[in-house]
């Protein structure tokens, strides 16, 4: 197995030094281009922003987008390694709904706060293990079998709190918000977890299995890779990086409160990753593009809400850009070597 293994993911990688000629090779161009777009559309839009919204480039101000955007980078992590590998988990902000709710119930019932995270990331895992079940065994389209789960756990979040909000005092308020060397708590955890999501895809053979399954499962499973563990591993992952985005939200607000999370939250993430350049399709995906595609999509809320505009029109960017992500996906897709 570890001697067919890296043969498979070479190819499947893009990106990748190796052999002229390779798809890995002939990717690197658009994938430059492609993270260059992100940089100048994200210059352009701060611009645009700290000339007409003096608030924008207040260290306040500037701290609060790092803290929003962390959650979502947590989840776009996850999300990003179990894409590449051909996957799609849209339960996973249903995932930290469900874990802030009862976290939140928990440390207002008195339970200390270690005890409260163990519990929380070990239900979260639960929550993803069960979604790789059904994906693994089932064989229902990931895409169904995660919108059924968003949509279930959306309704157990509200139940859990039983339609009232709950505050937890100054309970994990240091992670929430206090700070190191002036950068937040929140982006320091947000950042660990991209940078060993990085790590693992770029240097493990779990991250070259998952690339060599998105871009050809049934060729993975000939070169010796255990294609079903490796999709559980893949979902109790997104699961337990679900429940530390939950816990992390419930730190930094202080109190669950319904419709907190949920699937907006998740398509949020969704449209981060694929901007990013992270494949519909499987087999390509990179942290850095994702990093990009968080960021440009928090700077963009923060500018709306300063430019006072409808807060509706979040949803419509973020549907927006989500859609038109998704066809340049899909023609690239089409038009690479090997389609």
Same mark, same amino acid.
Not at 12 to 32: H, I, S
Not at 259 to 265: E, R, S, V, W
């Given at each position: 197995?570890?001697?067919?293994? =890296?043969?498979?993911?070479? &190819?499947?990688? =893009?990106?990748?030094?190796? *052999?002229?000629?390779? $798809?890995?090779?002939?990717?690197?161009?658009?994938?430059r281009v492609q993270h260059g777009? /992100?940089?100048?559309?994200?210059?352009?839009?701060?611009?645009f922003t700290a000339v007409h919204? &003096?608030?924008?480039?207040? #260290?306040?101000? +500037?701290?609060?987008?790092?803290?929003?955007?962390?959650?979502?980078?947590?989840?776009?992590?996850?999300?990003?390694? %179990?894409?590449?590998?051909?996957?799609?988990?849209? #339960?996973?902000?249903?995932?930290?709904?469900?874990?802030?709710?009862?976290?939140?119930?928990l440390s207002d019932g008195g339970?200390?706060? =270690?005890?409260?995270?163990?519990?929380?990331?070990?239900?979260?895992?639960?929550?993803?293990?069960?979604?790789?079940?059904?994906?693994? @065994?089932?064989?229902?389209? =990931?895409?169904?079998?995660?919108?059924? #789960?968003?949509?279930?756990?959306?309704?157990?979040? /509200?139940?859990?709190? &039983?339609?009232?909000?709950?505050?937890?005092?100054?309970?994990?308020?240091? +992670?929430?918000?206090?700070?190191?060397?002036?950068?937040? @708590?929140?982006?320091?955890?947000?950042?660990?977890? %991209?940078?060993?999501?990085?790590?693992?895809?770029?240097?493990?053979?779990?991250? *070259? &299995?998952? @690339?060599?399954?998105?871009?050809?499962?049934?060729?993975?499973?000939?070169?010796?890779?255990?294609?079903?563990?490796?999709?559980?591993?893949? @979902?109790? %992952?997104?699961?337990?990086?679900?429940?530390?985005?939950?816990?992390?939200? /419930?730190?930094?607000?202080?109190?669950?409160? $319904?419709?907190?999370?949920?699937?907006?939250?998740?398509?949020?993430?969704?449209?981060?990753?694929?901007?990013?350049?992270? #494949?519909?399709?499987?087999?390509?995906?990179?942290?850095?593009?994702?990093?990009?595609?968080?960021? /440009?999509?928090?700077?963009?809320?923060?500018?709306?809400?300063? +430019?006072?505009?409808?807060?509706?029109?979040?949803?419509?960017?973020?549907?927006?850009?989500?859609?038109?992500?998704?066809?340049?996906?899909?023609?690239?897709?089409?038009?690479?070597?090997?389609?």
């Amino acid at each position: 197995m570890s001697l067919k293994t =890296p043969s498979a993911a070479p &190819d499947a990688t =893009p990106g990748t030094p190796g *052999r002229a000629g390779t $798809p890995g090779l002939r990717a690197r161009g658009p994938l430059r281009v492609q993270h260059g777009g /992100l940089v100048f559309v994200l210059v352009l839009v701060c611009l645009f922003t700290a000339v007409h919204a &003096d608030a924008f480039t207040t #260290s306040q101000n +500037l701290l609060n987008v790092l803290r929003q955007v962390s959650v979502n980078a947590v989840i776009a992590a996850g999300l990003t390694l %179990l894409m590449t590998a051909g996957g799609m988990d849209f #339960s996973m902000g249903g995932n930290a709904a469900v874990t802030l709710c009862v976290g939140a119930q928990l440390s207002d019932g008195g339970w200390s706060t =270690p005890a409260v995270v163990v519990v929380c990331l070990a239900l979260a895992t639960l929550i993803g293990l069960v979604n790789g079940l059904v994906v693994t @065994y089932t064989r229902v389209a =990931p895409f169904v079998a995660t919108l059924a #789960s968003a949509m279930l756990l959306d309704g157990v979040a /509200l139940l859990v709190l &039983d339609g009232m909000s709950v505050t937890i005092g100054d309970k994990m308020s240091a +992670l929430g918000n206090d700070e190191v060397l002036g950068v937040p @708590y929140l982006t320091v955890v947000a950042v660990l977890v %991209l940078a060993l999501t990085g790590v693992t895809m770029r240097f493990t053979t779990f991250g *070259r &299995d998952a @690339y060599a399954m998105g871009g050809n499962e049934h060729v993975a499973r000939l070169s010796g890779i255990n294609v079903d563990a490796r999709k559980l591993a893949l @979902y109790a %992952l997104a699961g337990v990086l679900a429940g530390l985005a939950g816990l992390m939200l /419930l730190s930094r607000l202080g109190a669950a409160a $319904p419709n907190t999370a949920g699937l907006q939250t998740q398509l949020t993430a969704v449209a981060a990753v694929v901007i990013g350049g992270t #494949s519909l399709a499987g087999g390509h995906g990179t942290v850095v593009g994702t990093v990009f595609g968080v960021v /440009l999509l928090g700077v963009v809320a923060n500018a709306l809400n300063l +430019l006072q505009v409808n807060s509706n029109y979040q949803l419509v960017v973020t549907g927006g850009v989500l859609l038109v992500a998704a066809v340049v996906n899909e023609f690239q897709r089409k038009s690479s070597p090997g389609h």
